[in-house]
């Protein structure tokens, strides 16, 4: 067995070990693990020397990457202390304290961080959310301007390290909507016009079940009204319509998913997915002749279509339980 070492710098040169090991993880436990492992030398370095200001922001940042964010935001606020002038360090305590809810807080730390490097893209977005959050809808929509008034962002900050987006910047499309919210308290006019705009510009890489997409859509009737025009100006996209159908059934909009869902079969009558999404939808509204029927129809042009046959065969049994 290894030693321990003897030194704050050891110690802290250990839990960087740990962190790297962190990163080439294949399995969460091993993730978790080696993060635990980090935490605890980092707190041997300090132990050794309290005012050691790596040990203290990589503490901080690896409590938050365990989302252990009480303890995270303790592990900030010393950090901050010991590296008054760190634009990450106060970036990461902004996203620890949103993450809380703490929005005041939160808009403060952004606020800080803003100070210290003004086109921080991750604080841009932060302050604009925190702002919606407290109802400060004027300075909000001011907020978010900001924010789409920055290029495209394809990696994010978090907890110090910067994470690479895989997909489209779905983040433009949430400043978009969330913006378009904000008006809605302003002026519904407005509002609903920047829903269009925002539907217009992103609503072809909105994944279905978006969570701000799927919020905006249950929450406010100007996004509904603007979605309608949306689609309607859309009439015979058929993939238009397959996350249109799917976003309503996230959201809960049972009969709008119906409606979809029908618009889908006849654009794409040969598709299983649509006439099982469709079956879903009757099911979901208790409409069980429709439902049984688009599950056959959906297994008539792919037999194989596992998911389709469990579902017929939960709801046929359910039926004859109720003698229905």
């Known amino acids: 067995m290894d030693p321990a070492p003897t030194t704050a710098e050891a110690w802290f040169d250990k839990g960087e070990w740990c962190l790297d090991l962190s990163r080439g993880a294949d399995r969460l436990s091993e993730y978790r693990g080696d993060l635990e492992d980090a935490v605890a030398a980092f707190e041997q370095a300090l132990a050794l020397d309290p ?146 705009a925002a539907f217009d510009a992103e609503g072809a890489k909105l994944p279905i079940s978006h969570q701000s997409f799927v919020e905006t859509l249950r929450g406010s009737e100007a996004a509904r009204r603007a979605y309608r025009a949306y689609l309607a100006a859309r009439g015979t996209e058929a993939p238009t319509w397959f996350r249109a159908a799917g976003a309503y059934r996230a959201a809960g909009l049972q009969e709008e998913a119906r409606a979809a869902y029908e618009t889908l079969v006849c654009l794409a009558p040969t598709q299983p997915q649509a006439w099982f999404g469709k079956a879903e939808a009757h099911a979901a509204a208790e409409e069980y002749d429709e439902a049984l029927a688009a599950y056959r129809r959906a297994l008539e042009l792919w037999p194989d279509f596992s998911g389709a046959a469990a579902r017929l065969k939960a709801l046929e049994a359910e039926r004859k339980a109720r003698g229905r």
Do not use: Y
């Not at 001011?142 to 910067?162: I, M, Y």
């Not at 008006?183 to 407005?190: K, M, P, R, V, Y």
């Open 51 to 196: 005012s050691h200001r790596g040990a203290a922001r990589q503490r901080a940042f690896t409590l938050a990457s365990l989302e252990r964010h009480e303890e995270a935001l303790d592990a900030f606020v010393q950090a901050t202390h010991l590296s008054p002038d760190d634009a990450d360090v106060w970036l990461s305590m902004a996203q620890c304290l949103a993450r809380l809810r703490r929005d005041e807080a939160a808009l403060d730390a952004f606020e800080r961080t803003l100070a210290l490097r003004a086109d921080e893209p991750e604080a841009l977005f932060g302050r604009a959310q925190a702002l919606t959050a407290l109802r400060r809808d004027e300075a909000a929509v001011a907020a978010w301007d900001e924010v789409l008034a920055e290029p495209d962002n394809r990696t994010l900050k978090l907890h110090g390290r910067p994470v690479r987006v895989l997909t489209d910047d779905f983040r433009r499309a949430q400043a978009r909507q969330a913006r378009a919210g904000c008006l809605e308290h302003l002026d519904q006019a407005q509002a609903e016009a920047a829903f269009r």
